[in-house]
């Protein structure tokens, strides 16, 4: 099993008699790049903060590299870099003396300044006043900050919220590269799968301060079949047939729809078909989006 560099066991935050986040077991291995999903006011701030020790959990342990964060916890987040909602700069600052005001705070090596801003393809508008830069630009720079301790572990939280769809392109493929070329674990947070899926290879979802689902995206996507239709002649008997195999199924506008089937039943029912005669004029697979299955899970209270 991979070592895991984030482990929570029920985490829990009271805020005003109101669980914000309620039993949260996060794993997150090495090498991750790990989607936190939610719709907003769903608890993942909150989560995201305990786990960087701003706010201390009601109850449940948080344990980051194996080590408890209540009682290690400065050097836990020496190895660890962060990007929490907006980054904050010295607008009239350039990029290298932003960074060069954390540098000295943390500790490390002029050279590293350099270095992060290559990483997040900054070097041209180095010497730029930050208040020049597009949105876009700000968060590549709040990202340089966050790696510039040279971190073992990343977490972002809506790094592309607000960003136009170029900067959103910037923003995902930047962290796509993070553990191949630098090593580095990922969480980032979002209320969009469709952004999280195109770069994560595990997901979280939580819902009302829950972690409803926690697997990767191929167990999601294999959740995607809405069974299927076919189109025959004949169909109100063809549907008595198919019921007669114990297929769940019904007409709709003159096609037949089912619920999932294994593969080998969807062949013998159009074996059976055929054999009695009906012609099979198409047959084709129903599969909701995965958009469509994290608003079922978020939107009507299910769980996966």
């Given at each position: 099993?991979?070592?895991?560099?984030?482990?929570t066991?029920?985490?829990?935050?009271?805020?005003?008699?109101?669980?914000?986040?309620?039993?949260?077991?996060?794993?997150?291995?090495?090498?991750?790049?790990?989607?936190?999903?939610?719709?907003?006011?769903?608890?993942?701030?909150?989560?995201?903060?305990?786990?960087?020790?701003?706010?201390?959990?009601?109850?449940?342990?948080?344990?980051?590299?194996?080590?408890?964060?209540t009682?290690?916890?400065m050097?836990?987040?020496?190895?660890?870099?962060?990007?929490?909602?907006?980054?904050?700069?010295?607008?009239?600052?350039?990029?290298?003396?932003?960074?060069?005001?954390?540098?000295?705070?943390?500790?490390?090596?002029?050279?590293?300044?350099?270095?992060?801003?290559?990483?997040?393809?900054?070097?041209?508008?180095?010497?730029?006043?930050?208040?020049?830069?597009?949105?876009?630009?700000?968060?590549?720079?709040?990202?340089?900050?966050?790696?510039l301790?040279?971190?073992?572990?990343?977490?972002?939280?809506?790094?592309?919220?607000?960003?136009?769809?170029?900067?959103?392109?910037?923003?995902?493929?930047?962290?796509?590269?993070?553990?191949?070329?630098?090593?580095?674990?990922?969480?980032?947070?979002?209320?969009?799968?469709s952004?999280?899926?195109?770069?994560?290879?595990?997901?979280?979802?939580?819902?009302?301060?829950?972690?409803?689902?926690?697997?990767?995206?191929?167990?999601?996507?294999?959740?995607?079949?809405?069974?299927?239709?076919?189109?025959?002649?004949?169909?109100?008997?063809?549907?008595?047939?198919?019921?007669?195999?114990?297929?769940?199924?019904?007409?709709?506008?003159?096609?037949?729809?089912?619920?999932?089937?294994?593969?080998?039943?969807?062949?013998?029912?159009?074996?059976?078909?055929?054999?009695?005669?009906?012609?099979?004029?198409?047959?084709e697979?129903?599969?909701?989006?995965?958009?469509?299955?994290?608003?079922?899970?978020?939107?009507?209270?299910?769980?996966?």
């Amino acid at each position: 099993m991979s070592e895991l560099v984030i482990q929570t066991k029920g985490l829990y935050k009271l805020y005003r008699k109101r669980a914000a986040v309620e039993n949260v077991n996060l794993e997150i291995a090495r090498g991750d790049i790990y989607g936190f999903l939610g719709p907003n006011g769903a608890g993942k701030t909150t989560t995201i903060r305990m786990l960087l020790g701003l706010v201390k959990p009601t109850r449940g342990s948080i344990h980051l590299f194996g080590k408890d964060l209540t009682k290690e916890k400065m050097n836990i987040l020496r190895r660890t870099g962060s990007l929490v909602e907006y980054p904050s700069y010295y607008g009239h600052l350039t990029a290298v003396e932003n960074l060069e005001a954390l540098r000295r705070i943390i500790g490390v090596p002029k050279s590293r300044i350099a270095e992060v801003l290559d990483i997040v393809s900054l070097t041209k508008e180095a010497k730029r006043p930050v208040k020049g830069y597009s949105l876009g630009m700000k968060q590549r720079l709040g990202i340089a900050a966050a790696l510039l301790g040279n971190p073992e572990l990343l977490i972002l939280d809506e790094p592309t919220n607000g960003l136009d769809p170029s900067g959103i392109h910037e923003i995902r493929e930047l962290i796509k590269n993070m553990p191949k070329q630098h090593g580095i674990t990922v969480l980032v947070s979002s209320h969009l799968l469709s952004e999280v899926e195109q770069m994560a290879g595990k997901v979280g979802i939580i819902r009302e301060g829950q972690l409803v689902f926690q697997d990767t995206i191929d167990r999601l996507v294999s959740q995607s079949s809405g069974g299927f239709r076919l189109a025959v002649s004949e169909p109100e008997t063809a549907l008595h047939l198919a019921l007669d195999l114990g297929c769940d199924g019904r007409l709709r506008n003159e096609v037949l729809e089912f619920e999932p089937m294994q593969d080998a039943q969807v062949a013998l029912l159009v074996k059976r078909l055929v054999q009695n005669e009906h012609m099979v004029y198409r047959v084709e697979e129903k599969r909701k989006s995965l958009e469509d299955i994290f608003m079922e899970i978020v939107g009507k209270g299910n769980s996966l």
